[in-house]
C-alpha cells in the first residue's frame, strides 16, 4: 500500500521521500550495510559499460513500434485495407473500436454524454494499457514523444555546450493543468485540450497530411531545446497522467534489483522521468526488488543504460509463475 | 530602549534565504507562469469559434454545432470512408473546431453515393448522430439561389457541354446511377445537352432518389430510402425565365452548388440554416 500511494503522488508531482528504516526489509538494509562500506570505482562502472552488448537494443525496438504503430494508420488509408483506421485520438482496429482514454475523458466532459462506441473503444484500450504498462503509451506509440526525444537530443547537446540551460518547473505543474483542463472541457463545453495537444496534432498531421497547427507543435519542441528539457511531457500534457493511473497496478514494468547495481546514476540522467528513479540512489531502496512507479513510461532507456542490468522489463505475473 | 531596538534590529532584517529555498521560490513562481501562459494559448482557440470566423458544412448526420463541437474527438474516421472524399479536417485557425471534418460543396459536395451514410456508422462519439439511417434525415444546410441573376434558368437559357471544365483544379465527382452503379465519376467528363438548365435538379441526391422510386425502383431496393418531400424544383418566375426553387426536402448536401456550371455559383448552401436552426 505504502509502495502504490508513493507511486501515485509521485505521478501527481510530489518529490520522492526516503524510506524510513523500519519500512527497509532487512535483506535489503544488509545489502545497504554492506554498500556503505564500497567506494564508487569510476573505471570499473565504464568497464562495465563499455563491455555491455547492445546499448540501444530497446531503444530500436521501441522506434521500430512506434513508427509501426503511426504508418499502420497511413498504410491502413492509403492503401483503403481497413486495418487501424482513423487516428490516434480513436480508430478502428480490425473494426474493434479503440478510443484514446484522455481525448475519451476530454469528449464524454465536454458532450456530458457518452455513446456506447466510445464506452466500447475506452474500455478495450484501458486493458490494453494495462496490460502493457499504462504510460508505455507515450514512449512506444506517442509520436510527439518521437519528436520530443530528438528535440531532447539537441538540447543535450547545447547544454553540453553551455549554450542553453534546462529551466526546471514544479512536477506538480502537470496535475494542475490536468484538473485545469478538465474544468475547462467540463465548464465551456468544448474539448479545449484537444485543440492543442500535439499528439492529436501530429498523428493527424502523418494520416492527413501537414497543417498549419504543426507550428504550435513546432513552437512547443522549440520550447524544449532552448527553455525547458521535455517540457511538455514532463510538465503539461494530461495523457500522461491518465495512462499513467492506467499503469499504477500493471504487470508491465520496469524492476529495479539492487543487489549488483553500482549507484552511479547514468540511469536517472537518460531518464524522462528520473524521479521515478530516485530508488536507485544508494540507501535509498526499501526492498531487494522494486518496481518502478507509475510515472514510468516503460521506456527502457534506463534499462539500455544500465551496466549491471540492475533495472530490467519485467512482468509481474509470470515472475509469479516462477 | 535602545537596547529593544537592538534586539529587535536582526528580525527586521530582510531574511536571507538559502539557495535551495530560493530556486524552489522561483520553479513555483516559473510553473505558475508556465500555467497561466498555457493556459492563456490555450483559450485563444476560443475566439475563432465565438466569433464564427469559419463557418462550416458539417457532414451528414452533424450535430447542432456546439454538440458537434464537445462530441467530436477529431479522428477522422468519417474522411477515411467517404467514397467522394468529401470531408477534410479543420485546421488550427478554427480554434477548438482544430481536426474536427467539415465540406466544402462546391470543391466536393456529399452526394450520398455510398447510400448507407458510411461517415454517420464510422463515427465513434455520435457527433454523426446515429440516429440518421438515411439521406432525406440529413440537414447539412439549407440551398438558397443567392445570385439569381447568374442563374441560366432564370435568364431562360439552356446548358450544352461540360460543366465547369475550364475550371482549374475542380476534380468534383458524382455518382450517376444509369452510367456506373457503383463507382462516382468526374463531373466534367460528363456530356450535357438542356434546353433549359436543370443540372441543379438532375444532380440532386434527394430528387433522383424520389425519380426512382417512382419508377419502383427505390435504391438498394429499400422503400425506407425514398425521401418524403421534393427538394429542388423548376418553378416559372414573374421575370420570364424559370426559377430554381428549394423546397423543404432539401438536406443542404450541395451536390447543386457543385454542380452549377456558371462561376461563381448562383445556387449555394446557405450555412445559417442547419441542424441548429431548421428541423430536419
Known sequence: MKYLGESFMQLLGRAPTKPEKEDITPAAQKIHFYKRSQKLDMDEVRRLHDEKPNKNKWLKRRWATLLFVNLLFVVSYYFDIQLLEGALTASRFLGFHMADLNSALQVMLAFKTVLINLLIGTVTVFILWFLVGGRSFCSWVCPYHLLSEWAEKIHLWLAKKKLVKDIPFHRAIRTVFYVIFALLAFATGYTVFEAISPTGIVSRAIIYGPSLALLWVLFLLLFEIFVSRRAWCRYICPIGITYGVVGILSPMRVTYVLEDCKHEGDCRKVCLVPHVLDVTIKGRSSDTRVPIGADCTRCGMCVDVCPTNSLRYEFSWLEKLK | MTDDKSKE??????????????????????????????VTASMVGFIPVVRGYNPRLRPPGALAEDEFLASCIKCGQCVQVCPVEAIFLADIMDGFGNGTPHIDARAQACDFSCDGLQCVLACPTGSLTHDTNYPHQVRIGFAELARPDLCLAMQGKGFKGRIRAQEPGFKGLFRYVEIDRWNPLPITEQEFDREICDLCIVHCPIEIRRNQCEAGEPPAGDVNQCPPTRAIGLEPDPGGGMRPVIYEGCVGCGACEMACPVTPAAIVVDMTKNADTVTA
Do not use: V
Open chain 2, 9 to 38: 534590529k536582526p528580525a527586521r532584517k530582510p531574511r536571507i534565504l538559502d539557495r535551495k529555498t530560493q530556486e524552489a521560490r522561483r520553479r513555483f513562481l516559473r510553473s505558475l507562469g508556465l500555467a497561466a501562459g498555457m
